[in-house]
């Protein structure tokens, strides 16, 4: 599933292309992928992108008394094509039309969907959301690690409730870069181990951003991103060389290296 690192390249590639243009249509093969009551905004005057936002793992296009969520799915893609494109090969599962011809296209969003949420909706479900990682710089495993000591690590990275926009990749990542077991619980990491996972987490979604992210998605012009896990789906681990082990954390398969991420509770 695209994470955090892939949708912001997304909504930073979105951003200048279509703030300030207005959707005036779109198509599906899927129809309960979109809810996008276009005659409602029509009416209103109110088909203009105001902003393009992320939140969690979602793209936000705020269209004034209204925000477009898109969601992905398991592995989808949001595509660009410029006024004047060639029609896209295949069936597109959703295409957005925006004025002068220019299209927003949603591929493979199998479990994706784009809604149409109004204002009070919109900002229920935002507020559903844990911390961004990226938008709150201050560590928040400190007041977890109080009120939930219990919760393992990888799980509590992996709570949408809790840290948004972090899953199964970038939580793998960033215990192995903080030399941290997934399994180990919160309440088990000393004040510096605390630290040392927070600053983790922040730098490898900043170092995936870098990269465009993930080399199984891709950015609004169909280019791949270049980031490389150094243990999440892997045989070996990149830092040391050594067999990496796969297992199941809540339901999710979840890698680790087990010379880099000795300490356990
Ligand atoms: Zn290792």
């Given at each position: 599933m695209p994470e955090l690192p892939e949708i912001e390249t997304i909504v930073r590639g979105l951003r200048p292309i279509a703030?300030?243009?207005?959707?005036?249509g779109y198509d599906t093969r899927q129809p309960k992928a979109i809810n996008l009551p276009?005659?409602?905004?029509?009416?209103?005057?109110?088909?203009?992108?105001?902003?393009?936002?992320r939140r969690g793992k979602s793209a936000v296009i705020r269209l004034q008394i209204a925000d477009l969520w898109l969601h992905l799915g398991l592995q989808g893609q949001l595509l660009y094509d410029p006024p004047g494109a060639p029609p896209p090969t295949g069936e597109p599962m959703v295409s957005i039309?925006?004025?002068?011809g220019a299209r927003l296209r949603?591929?493979?969003i199998f479990m994706g969907h784009a809604h149409l949420l109004d204002s009070a909706a919109s900002a229920a479900r935002a507020a559903k959301l844990g911390v961004d990682p990226l938008?709150?710089?201050?560590?928040?495993?400190?007041?977890l690690a109080a009120k939930k000591p219990g919760l393992g690590c990888k799980a509590v990275l992996m709570d949408q409730a809790l840290v948004a926009?972090?899953?199964?990749?970038?939580?793998?990542?960033?215990?192995?870069?903080?030399?941290?077991?997934?399994?180990r619980k919160l309440g088990s990491l000393s004040p510096d181990e605390v630290e040392r996972l927070w600053?983790?987490?922040?730098?490898?979604?900043?170092?995936?951003?870098?990269?465009?992210?993930?080399?199984?998605?891709?950015?609004?012009?169909?280019r791949a991103g270049t980031f490389t896990p150094r243990v999440h789906g892997r045989k070996d681990c990149a830092t040391c060389g050594g067999p990496t082990l796969r297992q199941a954390f809540g339901g999710r398969g979840g890698y680790l290296c087990p010379t880099c991420q000795l300490t356990r509770e």
């Open positions: 703030v300030g243009r207005r959707i005036v276009l005659d409602e905004l029509r009416a209103r005057g109110r088909q203009e992108i105001q902003a393009v936002d039309l925006l004025e002068d949603l591929e493979r938008e709150l710089p201050d560590n928040c495993l400190r007041g926009g972090v899953g199964n990749v970038y939580s793998d990542e960033a215990l192995h870069r903080a030399r941290l077991h997934p399994a600053a983790a987490v922040r730098e490898v979604l900043s170092e995936s951003i870098e990269c465009g992210g993930d080399e199984t998605y891709t950015d609004l012009a169909g």
